[in-house]
């Protein structure tokens, strides 16, 4: 089995020792999709095996095919019921209909949605569309390439007001091209070296066909592009295929690309956001123009990376979805006993949390929030604490509220690496850190007593870190109007005969 250092080691020194600024598939930027994609794909392998989790879209289910029939007919439908009276044909004439322009689109996945107030939303969106609409006075419009099943009766609520990147068509398949990558001779080279660690060997023919899949979509970006002339295109989690796919279309057609991080992604062992050791002057075509980032210490991680280039920028844009959700929290009493909010990254609990929690059976009431790609893991971590015994724990509501309310209203916040960690900083906790190998993420942090590191992996050392955190007052929730001063200047920074009305 392979070692994730060893594989970041493996690409570090291939892209030491290999020209690689001008690796193009028709045209597009391989080197930063290929870095990338492998990086993520070995990541979550080693994930699943080593915490015995699998991620959401990776789990079987008896329901497959019906499921796959669903997702083929979505687009069709349009999520409309025929009872809402909406016929193919009406559907695909709505799709040919000169739309009104939209200066800014957004990309996103259900994985970003949630329920407020009622209203399905992307919840790092929603706030930078309100603000556009609101203080700019200028429309955007929101594409969705990737639903949830799970979500089927949300996403009818919301047909009319978004578009589902499956409506378009993608361009023609070509064998020969995948058939050209295959032969390339950094291309073979790359995965002969990584199969020498343990990747299996047919990477190389996953990746190769990945690569002409994005190159394939980028020709559904394109049409909407086309349709709505938008200057902004803003997405998250841009290092996946669709998105590598917009970001391509977007550079083609001169549309500023924009992607929206959402905690700290700069630690050197992170080949995602990393610096990157062959860097053209003029940037890659399959990475965003702007990285918006959370606060100034991530910024100056990542600046490291972006110097000597022209076109990828670093941005500070706050939270969005703190900066519109605080002022709406209330504090609330969320149990009669001290509530301890475990925050899951992609892992079930650990064997001396099991012990922390049998051995506060009556002082703590232990809140278990599941990371969402591992949100059908719930009646699994379920089993997993009824077999020791506990009874101390909440799965349901933890997993059911807003987070940044859980934030807010807990009484101890602990977590590995996470983004939760500097949500919880902003709600006013000293959260702690069990985690000691991502250190590097929130060293600064520490130092200003905003995190807890925890000196061991044990029941007692985590007990005492809990009291001692219980018994320092808490901060105060912190906003910002970071969101509306970096849609400022990513406004000004456009052509002026945008009709800018802010503030």
């Not at 020792?17 to 990338?36: A, F, T």
């Not at 989790?53 to 025929?82: G, P």
């Not at 390339?184 to 990746?207: C, N, Q, W, Y």
């Not at 989690?237 to 549309?255: C, G, H, I, R």
Request: with cysteine; net charge neutral.
């Amino acid at each position: 089995m392979f070692h994730l250092k060893e594989i970041k080691d493996n690409i570090l020194s291939f892209e030491r020792d290999h020209d690689l600024s001008d690796w193009k598939y028709q045209g597009m930027d391989i080197w930063p999709i290929l870095r990338s994609l492998v990086f993520v794909e070995c990541r979550n392998e080693l994930n699943s095996r080593q915490n015995a989790v699998k991620l959401d879209w990776l789990r079987k289910s008896k329901r497959k095919r019906v499921r796959s029939f669903l997702r083929k007919l979505k687009v069709k439908l349009a999520f409309r019921d025929k009872d809402l009276g909406q016929t193919e044909k009406s559907v695909s004439k709505s799709l040919e209909a000169d739309p009104t322009p939209a200066h800014a689109m957004f990309f996103g996945s259900w994985y970003f949605r949630t329920t407020f107030k009622g209203r399905f939303i992307n919840k790092f969106f929603f706030p930078l569309t309100q603000i556009i609409e609101n203080k700019f006075h200028l429309r955007s419009i929101e594409v969705e390439y990737s639903t949830g099943n799970k979500f089927r009766s949300e996403y009818k609520q919301i047909s009319d007001e978004i578009e589902f990147i499956d409506a378009y068509e993608p361009g023609a398949y070509d064998e020969s091209r995948i058939k050209w990558l295959k032969n390339d001779s950094r291309f073979t080279g790359f995965f002969d070296s990584l199969s020498k660690l343990g990747v299996p060997k047919d990477m190389a023919d996953i990746m190769a066909h990945k690569i002409e899949k994005i190159y394939r979509e980028s020709f559904r970006f394109e049409q909407l592009f086309s349709k709505y002339q938008p200057k902004m295109a803003f997405c998250l989690t841009f290092f996946n295929e669709q998105m590598f796919a917009m970001l391509f279309a977007a550079s083609k057609a001169d549309v500023k690309s924009i992607d929206v991080g959402h905690g700290f992604p700069s630690d050197p062992e992170n080949l995602i956001y990393n610096r990157f050791g062959d860097y053209p002057k003029e940037g890659y075509n399959t990475f965003p123009d702007f990285f918006w980032v959370w606060d100034e210490p991530v910024k100056e991680a990542m600046n490291q990376w972006v110097q000597g280039q022209d076109k990828h920028q670093i941005l500070v844009g706050g939270n969005p979805w703190l900066d519109f959700i605080i002022p709406t929290l209330s504090q609330e009493s969320l149990s009669p006993k001290k509530v301890i909010l475990y925050t899951l990254t992609v892992n079930r609990p650990e064997h001396f949390i099991l012990d922390a929690m049998k051995k506060s059976q009556d002082r703590f009431e232990w809140w278990i929030r599941l990371h969402p790609a591992i949100s059908l893991a719930k009646e699994e971590v379920r089993e997993m604490f009824e077999k020791n015994g506990l009874t101390n724990f909440n799965l349901d509501e933890a997993n059911q509220l807003q987070l940044p309310f859980l934030l807010k209203n807990c009484d101890v916040h602990i977590s590995r690496n996470s983004s939760s960690i500097f949500e919880s900083i902003w709600m006013g906790n000293t959260p702690i850190l069990i985690d000691e190998e991502s250190i590097n993420y929130y060293s600064s942090y520490i130092k200003k007593d905003l995190v807890k590191l925890l000196p061991q992996e044990n029941d007692q050392s985590l007990l005492l870190a809990i009291e001692q955190v219980m018994n320092k007052p808490k901060g105060k929730n912190q906003s910002s109007t970071k969101s509306l001063e970096a849609l400022s200047f990513l406004f000004e920074s456009l052509p002026s005969e945008l009709p800018l009305k802010a503030l």
